[in-house]
């Protein structure tokens, strides 16, 4: 009972135990499910705070991934607008809308041209560009209209983009629809394809030629395998030859230089943008067209003036040439011309209004404003009739005048013998340097310029003989010694005589000819035949071909505009920097006052010079030195003024009269015989208020004794008549020894035989007006008289004590109104 009650409470222990186990167990796996639990929860309250934060992270990446990607796209499409703008600036690339031609930049390379836009996303259209001028041939297919279009719009943003002139624009249009036709091209027709390829095989020269192949399928078909080798070499290498096709309906060869373009619709895929596709532009207004057509009629617009001029006045040494700019080329770049040992000298050649003028008035600003007085020395001849040259020289509105300028001579056609002067005033100065043999540093280049030169060389006389030999001379010898010339003229007929004079013409190997000059280049030279106004070839190897240069020439002939640099040089003048002499053919120079007696005339008392001069009129030279009659006590020292231009005739008497009282004592009887001449004659009388006075009432020839010269001035002397002749002979033959001499007027040759009774000894010097050579025959030692054509306020002089050959002389004005 008792083992048991010992089992019993054994096993109650034990299961009291095992109870109190699996309490605790139980309480621990409670415990332990409840701590599982919490970390389950700490563990998903975890993860949903990481998604959350995920989720933002996420969230914030990618609109910071955006907004960068938007940025970046805006900027890099911004860049690309900058780099489209500059690649095709104006009208290359502006919008129709916005669109006008524009001049492009000086020295810059044409550019792209646009021809719709490509789009990317949310960014705004970007400008689609394609090469051509200088870089590529275009080879365009699909709907001709659309075509069609799009080449239009080529075309007028390759012609507005570049100067008028530098782009010809051939069209090939078979079927003679007169497409494009609103740009004015020149059309080719079915029967031209072939010599059209040979054309475009040849070098463009200056201008790019635009050649537009608009082939249908007969063009296709029939080109023969000569035509095809052509096009194929037209490819290959029309682009470094200035020459670009434009091509629809023909196949062009595989080349890196062609640019394919296939269109659909309004969309294109160009061969250089890749898989891009471009929305094409729309075609251009009408209206616009238009307006470049008419750009090209009018032709390119001249250079700047202002571009020639260098940063520095007489910054430039002329120690081995003169190097200037006269215009830009066809890229901008400015084109210098050079005179030196090589270039010697220049031909200019243009017709009429082809811009001669202007040219001569470019190349010597840039000349005076590269070259200080001090290296420079400028004489100009126009003898084309006209006052070029006389902004050069002081005015009555400009008192400036260019410091480098020492002789200007305007309205010359009638005054070779000017011309003749300035030439032999060259040739000593030629044989001056000679003789000194300065070196050529230490000295001016002299350069003469001679306007319509064939002038002076008309006429088979002794000034046109002269004035070859000079010309030749100076030409051949003046480049060792720094004398250049410039000889320009429009007269076809002139030029072609210089060719038969081989040693005046070899040294001008500098040529430059205008357009449409003929005969200034070589015969195979046919470059100034195309060139556009305003346009020149300067070719420096004797207008031979292939050594052409096209220069766009500033327009220099506004006077305001030269004024302004004029007026500039001349307030930098160096001290003793001397004014130009100004010789106008077409003006009467005054006697000078220098030449006029002061107040009354000397007195008896006063000293009395040997042999006076009689200053008769201006000699036609470069010092502009009197034309003096010596009247010593000799045989035959008196005058005849011989001629009906009574107002000429009073001049010289006057201005003979005055400049003898003005050199000392001396009486003056005045013999007025002519109605006409009354008023010149009181005129003489009041300014030489000592003077006797004669008419056709008490006229005599004997004069009374004298301790000083006597002058007898008779106006008219061949109305003296019959009964006073001998006494008139008498006072001619006699009255010099007694120093009293005759200055006198006769109208004709024959009255004066008359009164001389044939002889003519007594008439030491004469002054012929209207009279001609073959009348003066027996007042001339050589046979048949000089070679004289009168013209109006000139005079022939001749002192047979000095002159072999009589002079030309300007009568200077005495008695008019304003003197």
Request: net charge neutral.
């Amino acid at each position: 009972m008792s083992h048991r009650k010992a089992l019993v409470a054994a096993v109650r222990q034990e299961l009291a135990e095992a109870r109190g186990t699996a309490r605790a167990v139980l309480a621990a796996a409670e415990s332990a499910r409840g701590e599982a639990q919490h970390r389950r929860r700490l563990v998903r309250d975890a993860y949903a705070t990481c998604l959350s934060q995920l989720v933002s992270a996420r969230e914030t990446a990618r609109q910071d991934i955006q907004q960068r990607y938007q940025g970046e796209a805006t900027r890099l499409a911004g860049h690309l607008r900058g780099l489209a703008t500059i690649s095709a600036a104006g009208a290359a690339g502006a919008p129709w809308r916005l669109w006008a031609p524009s001049e492009p930049e000086p020295g810059r390379p044409p550019g792209m041209l646009r021809i719709g836009t490509i789009r990317f996303d949310e960014t705004a259209a970007l400008p689609a560009l394609i090469p051509l001028l200088d870089r590529a041939h275009l080879h365009l297919s699909g709907p001709t209209a659309t075509v069609d279009e799009v080449i239009t719009g080529l075309l007028l943003r390759a012609l507005g983009s570049t100067r008028p002139g530098e782009v010809e624009l051939i069209v090939y249009d078979p079927q003679r629809r007169g497409t494009f036709g609103q740009l004015r091209p020149r059309f080719v027709g079915p029967d031209g394809f072939a010599a059209l390829l040979e054309e475009l095989c040849r070098p463009a020269g200056e201008e790019w030629r635009l050649a537009v192949l608009l082939a249908d399928p007969a063009t296709a078909d029939e080109l023969t395998r000569v035509q095809r080798a052509q096009l194929d070499r037209i490819t290959r290498t029309g682009v470094n030859l200035g020459v670009h096709l434009v091509v629809r309906g023909l196949d062009l060869p595989d080349d890196p230089a062609v640019e394919r373009i296939v269109i659909r619709d309004r969309v294109a895929t160009i061969g250089s943008l890749g898989r891009l596709d471009v929305q094409l532009d729309p075609p251009p207004p009408a209206p616009l067209c238009r307006d470049v057509a008419d750009r090209l009629r009018q032709g390119p617009p001249p250079a700047r003036l202002a571009d020639l001029e260098p940063a520095r006045l007489w910054d430039e040494s002329s120690r081995y040439g003169l190097s200037v700019p006269i215009g830009d080329s066809t890229d901008g770049a400015l084109v210098d011309v050079r005179l030196g040992d090589d270039p010697p000298h220049a031909l200019i050649g243009g017709p009429p209004g082809s811009g001669k003028t202007n040219l001569i008035y470019t190349w010597l600003g840039s000349l005076a404003t590269r070259y200080g007085p001090a290296d420079l020395a400028l004489y100009l001849l126009d003898f084309k009739g006209g006052g070029s040259f006389s902004r050069y020289a002081p005015g009555p509105r400009d008192p400036s005048w260019l410091p480098q300028v020492r002789l200007a001579g305007i309205n010359v056609r009638d005054d070779r013998e000017f011309g003749l002067a300035v030439l032999r005033h060259l040739g000593e100065e030629l044989r001056g340097r000679t003789a000194r043999r300065e070196d050529l540093g230490d000295r001016q280049r002299i350069v003469a310029v001679i306007d319509e030169f064939p002038v002076l060389l008309d006429g088979r006389d002794a000034i046109a003989d002269e004035a070859v030999d000079l010309l030749e001379d100076l030409a051949r010898r003046g480049r060792s010694h720094g004398i250049h010339l410039i000889l320009a003229t429009g007269d076809t007929a002139a030029i072609q005589t210089l060719w038969g004079r081989p040693g005046l013409i070899a040294p001008f190997t500098l040529r430059i000819a205008l357009p449409k000059a003929a005969r200034i280049l070589a015969d195979d030279n046919l470059a100034a035949s195309v060139i556009p106004r305003h346009h020149a070839v300067v070719n420096t190897e004797s207008g031979l071909a292939g050594a052409n240069r096209v220069v766009r020439l500033p327009d220099a002939g506004d006077p305001a505009t030269w004024r302004a640099t004029q007026r500039r040089l001349w307030r930098a003048r160096p001290v003793g920097c001397e004014e130009p002499r100004l010789f106008d053919g077409n003006a009467v120079p005054r006697l000078p006052s220098v030449y006029r007696p002061s107040g009354r005339v000397p007195s008896a008392d006063a000293p009395v010079g040997s042999s006076p001069g009689a200053v008769l009129g201006e000699r036609i030279d470069v010092s502009a030195r009197p034309a003096r009659l010596r009247l010593g006590r000799m045989p035959g020292r008196n005058l005849a003024v011989l001629g009906t231009r009574a107002e000429e005739a009073c001049d010289i008497l006057a201005a003979a009269a005055l400049s003898l009282a003005a050199q000392g004592p001396a009486h003056f009887s005045i013999v007025c015989l002519d109605p006409g001449t009354e008023r010149a004659a009181a005129r003489l009388v009041a300014e030489l208020p000592a003077a006797d006075w004669y008419d056709a009432s008490d006229v005599h020839f004997d004069p009374q004794a004298s301790d000083v010269p006597r002058y007898v001035i008779g106006y008219g002397l061949d109305s003296a008549g019959p009964p006073h002749r001998p006494a008139l002979r008498a006072l001619l033959d006699n009255g010099p020894s007694r120093r009293v001499h005759v200055l006198g007027w006769w109208r004709t040759v024959s009255r004066l035989r008359d009164d001389l009774a044939g002889r003519f000894d007594p008439i030491g010097a004469w002054v012929a007006l209207d009279v001609h050579g073959a009348e003066l025959a027996a007042l001339y030692p050589q046979p048949g008289g000089p070679i004289w054509r009168p013209r109006p306020r000139r005079a022939l002089f001749f002192d047979r004590s000095v002159h072999r050959t009589p002079e030309v002389i300007i009568p200077y004005e005495v008695n008019s109104d304003h003197t």
